[in-house]
């Protein structure tokens, strides 16, 4: 009765996803196992938790004897799902002893629980070890898919292409085999592909596979959550930060909900930094700190502090303070190479280069910018090349070296565009203007240029003022279009000048929006200020500067000004002008009326 009582508890935690509290009568269970002697139909009943996966190839095996060794590897799975593999580690070994070796489904299992524990651990050599020697045993369809899934992904981490190739086509041979594990195959296929494209720095393709993956209609709830951070990290890297907020906050709360402490710090990490990118730096630094702080407290998970530490470097960087960011990005690299993380260290070398960049340090930030781009292309990596071309670049701007800027940005930018690492063009762009200028001025993919300043918004205005001038009408064409759809004060300036441009078209486009922009703001009077609106009434009456300067108190020479400010935030080139806008304003807005 007590064992039921235990399992059904169980079961109900299981069923709605609270893995951690799940714990608690499962361990529970284990003790009381150990004090009764159970039979093989009772040994089934405490197994039978909720159609949990993991335990549908034991029911036919199982004697007494091995009931508490089940229940023992059910408890280390559980462990590992809430982030403890040391603690699941000692029961797992406890276990493998007493299993003595044995070729028989519960021993298959327990070795598969152990590999886990030693891939969540960063034992990469010694999880690979364990999968091969299972792997030679005689193992369910099941079970074989996995060990071959969980082998691929540990060995995409230690860069083997071979052995992930290898992986696969096994795989593919269980699946014409048997036809019941499709569903298996296809879920960690997804994972293990999306890996390996994030690794090359394809998001496009990591996405696309992610969401695949998604679609899965028997996708357990733990993975669902996996996948949907990582897709919120790759929209993030693609600069669809809108998709990827609502994505990472739907995880948090799930995470929150169903208490999956795995997942949180990496959860917390890509949440700080979609803060940073959309403008909110103080509540992003805080979730990167929370994630930061939430790894340090497990003595495993080295592996995770290496994203956080990038973020904070990065984002000190940004703040003009290269001297801390120089300290973190150290961290990461010193991080990354005890845990042989070939592409974290990659990217920390080009970041150490920036910060050296930041600090004047040319020669030394060389070096790291050298070993950076000898790993890039000795493993394929594209997203860290994309940073030591566009830095180059800059550090070529600080020097002064006008050729070797226009080399390295025009690298950086084809690149950028081709696999889509919007995300890292947009926000070092911010602190990066003038390299935009220099792409605009030499004609450096100008589509894309634009798209970035327009997502830069305001403060690209500085970048795209030099460049109205461009021999190309064709580029300032697509300035113009670009002005009108920033809505700005200072965009709106620019416009007007453009309207009196050489080009037709240029002074089309320009115009045209003008005029939008204009009936857009027909009903809102947020781009002038208080005494504007005073001055545009008196206007509107057909009265004179002075006439106006007496009637409200001030100078004529004041008069002039506000009717400058009007006539620039508005686009206007003549009092007719205002007047109409002042006229139409009264009759389509009755709250200004009033």
């Known amino acids: 009765a007590t064992s039921q009582l235990h399992n059904s508890s169980y079961a109900a935690y299981v069923k709605s996803g609270a893995h951690k509290v799940a714990v608690l009568p499962c361990r529970a269970a ?16 405490l197994l039978h938790c909720g159609e949990y996966n993991i335990l549908s190839d034991w029911l036919d095996r199982l004697g007494k004897d091995h009931v508490s060794a089940a229940l023992n590897i059910l408890d280390a799975r559980l462990l590992i799902e809430n982030g403890k593999p040391r603690e699941a580690l000692v ?18 299992d327990c070795s598969l629980a152990y590999a886990k524990c030693m891939r969540e651990l960063n034992r990469l050599n010694k999880a690979v070890e364990e999968l091969e020697r299972l792997l030679e045993m005689q193992l369910n369809p099941q079970t074989r898919v996995e060990a071959l899934q969980l082998l691929a992904i540990n060995y995409c981490s230690l860069l ?48 696309d596979s992610l969401e695949q993956g998604l679609n899965h209609p028997r996708l357990p709830l733990s993975q669902r959550i996996l ?40 959860t917390l990490d890509t949440f700080g930094c979609l803060l940073i990118a959309t403008g909110e730096t103080d509540a992003g630094e805080e979730y990167l700190r929370k994630s930061l702080s939430a790894t340090l407290q497990l003595s495993y998970g080295h592996i995770d502090e290496c994203p956080p530490r990038c973020h904070l470097g990065t984002l000190a960087r940004r703040s003009e303070n290269p001297a801390q960011a120089y300290k973190e990005h150290l961290k990461l690299v010193i991080s990354a190479k005890k845990l042989h993380e070939v592409l974290d260290e990659t990217i920390g070398e080009a970041n150490l280069g920036a910060d050296l960049v930041r600090l004047g340090n040319f020669a030394e930030a060389e070096k790291h910018f050298i070993k950076a781009a000898r790993y890039s292309k000795m493993y394929n990596f594209r997203y860290p090349l994309t940073h030591v071309y566009f830095h180059r670049a800059w550090a070529a701007i600080l020097k002064d070296d006008e050729k070797k800027a ?27 203007l003038p390299l935009f200028t220099l792409a605009l001025r030499h004609a450096i993919e100008p589509d894309y240029v634009c798209w970035i300043l327009e997502k830069l918004g305001e403060i690209a205005l500085p970048a795209i003022e030099p460049a109205l001038n461009h021999e190309s009408a064709e580029i300032r064409n697509k300035l113009a279009a670009l002005l009108g759809g920033v809505h700005t004060t200072g965009s709106l300036t620019l416009l007007r000048r ?5 080009d037709e078209r240029v002074k089309k486009t320009a115009r045209s929006f003008l005029t939008i922009i204009r009936k857009k703001n027909q009903t809102s009077i947020d781009l002038l ?42 686009g206007f080139t003549s009092r007719i002008e205002a007047v109409l806008y002042y006229q139409e304003l009264q009759r389509k807005d009755t709250t200004f009326q009033e």
């Open 30 to 45: 284990v003790e009381n196992a150990k004090k009764i002697k159970v039979n093989e139909a009772e040994g089934k009943g």
């Open 91 to 108: 029961i797992l070994a406890r276990t493998k002893k007493d299993l003595q070796g044995e070729d028989i489904t519960i021993n298959h």
């Open 160 to 207: 083997n292409d071979e052995g992930m190739q290898r992986c696969t086509r096994q795989v593919n041979e269980v699946r014409l085999e048997n036809v019941n594990v499709e569903d298996e195959i296809q879920i960690a296929s997804m994972i293990s592909i999306s890996m390996k494209y994030f690794r090359q720095g394809l998001f496009e393709l990591a996405c």
């Open 227 to 266: 996948l949907e951070n990582n897709l919120a990290s790759g929209l993030m890297l693609l600069g669809r930060y809108e998709e990827a907020i609502t994505l990472a906050s739907s995880c948090l709360r799930k995470i929150e909900k169903d208490r999956f402490e795995k997942y949180l710090r990496s």
């Open 406 to 432: 226009v080399r390295n940005i025009k690298l950086s930018l084809r690149q950028a565009k081709k696999y889509q690492h919007n995300h890292f063009i947009i926000q070092e762009g911010k602190i990066s």
């Open 498 to 502: 453009m309207r009196n441009d050489n």
């Open 529 to 570: 200020t208080r005494r504007e609106m005073e001055v545009l009434k008196w206007v509107s009456t057909g009265a004179t500067n002075s006439q106006i300067g007496v009637n409200l108190f001030i100078s004529e020479s004041t008069v002039k000004t506000h009717i400058a400010g009007i006539f620039r935030k508005l």
